[in-house]
């Protein structure tokens, strides 16, 4: 048996060949009303599942749901989120509550009302998850009918492994286990604890019911395997993972590598989140695997018509989470076979940071570090490119489909391409003024818009913009493979009137600049994203 394979069992305790691993009749406990096709499924991490600025997920404005919306596939559902409690920071909650109670200049002593004004925001989200009524085990049913599964099983923070490895018998266990281990109560200032295992116990077991040994025990992998085999399967499958394999080393402003012998395969969750860049050979095995797992069960798909679109990781570097900082290098770099010019600086640091605080501090990377982050990317993005022509080669067919969302980010990008990013954006959002870019979101105290547009407010998650960028990227994919018709179209009116930061501007953005409490409490959210 290949190493790969042997590691994966071993850590999982279960024989991979068979991909769900579970009898039929248990399979048969999920069956809802839908007995027709799914026109689209999505695994993913946070930006398939819809997070923006830090811990909002509104998979309503999702590229997912808004390619729905394009190929009118009214069934298409997800885990729908109280308004009201985010499971992390929602930093643009937090200053619109801000600003509503102190105005766009907050003074002096006003300073220590907001701090609390924020504690009581995040204390009240705590109470909710951990006691209240979206704790583990209650119930939170699908969004657009009774049923019991969802078409977005995209769980922010999910890596390539944990597309199969993470259940929610192992959420609840995790989360009962960590809970006894630190005696946990209510904290002040804290948003809920272990919101990993929270979220994509929800996502995963909708119903919460406590019998986990019995119904919750599906994996994402293993829900695209069910969805495969029942009724009239599935028609598109969109994969988006690999980003959580690279993202933390900017979050972090560090690199901890794994080793590159495959040893991270056999590891716990927990254990493997200690390292925040995977070797590419580390990534081969477990992206490799994961592509493997997925063709098993579109080969058992009902649907003879099947396509898989594949996204690849974008350069973590770019986004405007990471300031560049002192000089800047001008590099030359060849990617996807063509070569470009590219601007990096000598140090990166949290984009509220200026050289002299990052220097002192010690919380920066340097032009070397970046390069090597990025390089290491690319040769992710070479193992997906790799394994989707062996895939096709083994059909004999063009069913998986690459969505290269890496070089649309990079020609897309500001500061890397000096000022003159090369992307063409769509008619739609060439015409708004101001215009749109990747630099981070800014508006005046008077609530003009001055820069941003496809990042939100952690400088990492897309905009409702920004998912409407990546979804025009899949659908043109999805017409090109004719697995969609060509006059589907993009709501582009309707993507742009949902996007809060661009329609009702954050007059109180000068203080991210301003205050040392305001910087520091930004720092520690940003660092809970991943």
């Known amino acids: 048996m290949a190493l790969p394979q042997l590691c994966i069992e071993l850590h999982l305790g279960l024989d991979t060949t068979s991909v769900i691993g579970i009898k039929k009749s248990r399979i048969e406990l999920f069956a809802g009303k839908r007995k027709d096709t799914v026109k689209l499924f999505t695994i993913g991490d946070s930006i398939s599942q819809g997070f923006m600025s830090g811990g909002a997920a509104k998979p309503q404005f999702s590229f997912g749901t808004l390619l729905a919306n394009a190929i009118h596939d009214r069934e298409y559902s997800y885990l729908r989120w109280s308004p009201a409690h985010h499971l992390k920071v929602d930093l643009e909650f937090v200053l619109r509550a801000l600003e509503k109670e102190y105005g766009s200049d907050i003074q002096g002593l006003e300073w220590a009302c907001a701090i609390k004004s924020i504690a009581r925001i995040l204390d009240e989200a705590e109470d909710y998850f951990e006691r209240g009524e979206g704790k583990i085990g209650n119930p939170v049913g699908a969004a657009t009918h009774v049923d019991s599964y969802f078409q977005n099983v995209a769980v922010e923070g999910m890596d390539v492994g944990d597309a199969w490895m993470v259940t929610p018998q192992l959420c609840k ?45 599906f994996s994402p992998l293993q829900w695209l395997d069910y969805h495969c085999r029942r009724d009239d399967g599935i028609q598109n499958t969109t994969v988006w993972l690999g980003g959580n394999n690279a993202l933390a080393t900017v979050v972090n402003l560090n690199i901890r590598q794994t080793s590159g012998d495959g040893r991270i395969v056999r590891m716990s969750r927990p254990k493997r989140r200690e390292y925040n860049l995977w070797h590419p050979r580390d990534f081969d095995i477990e992206y490799s695997h994961m592509m493997n797992l997925v063709d098993r069960s579109m080969r058992a798909n009902r649907n003879p018509d099947w396509r898989v679109f594949v996204g690849t990781i974008p350069l973590v570097t770019i986004a405007p989470f990471a300031k560049g900082l002192g000089d800047v290098h001008v590099v030359d770099e060849v990617i996807d076979g063509k070569s470009r010019q590219a601007a990096y600086y000598e140090y990166y640091s949290y984009f509220m940071f ?177």
């Open 173 to 217: 266990s995790m989360v009962a286990h960590r809970a006894n281990r630190r005696h946990r109560r209510d904290n002040l200032f804290a948003p809920a604890s272990d919101s990993f295992y929270r979220n994509a116990y929800r996502v995963l077991n909708p119903y919460g019911t406590p019998k986990d040994d019995q119904y919750g025990l």
């Open 354 to 530: 200026s050289l002299e605080n990052a220097l002192r501090s010690g919380k920066y990377l340097t032009f070397s570090d970046a390069r090597f982050i990025d390089a290491t990317i690319q040769q992710f993005n070479q193992t997906i490119t790799s394994k989707v022509d062996e895939l096709n080669r083994s059909h004999g067919a063009y069913r998986y489909h690459v969505v290269d969302i890496s070089t649309v980010l990079s020609e897309l990008a500001w500061k890397r391409n000096m000022g003159n990013p090369t992307y063409q954006l769509p008619h739609e959002l060439r015409v708004l003024t101001p215009p749109v870019n990747t630099r981070y979101y800014h508006a005046s105290r008077e609530g003009r818009i001055q820069d941003g547009g496809v990042f939100s407010l952690d400088g990492i998650h897309p905009t409702a913009i920004g998912q409407g960028i990546i979804a025009w990227e899949f659908l043109k994919a999805m017409q090109k493979a004719g697995a969609v018709d060509s006059t589907a179209a993009l709501n582009w009116d309707a993507i742009v009137a949902t996007d809060t930061l661009r329609q009702n501007p954050i007059c109180l953005m000068s203080e991210w600049h301003e205050h040392e409490q305001l910087i520091n409490f930004v720092c520690d959210v940003i660092r809970l994203v991943r």
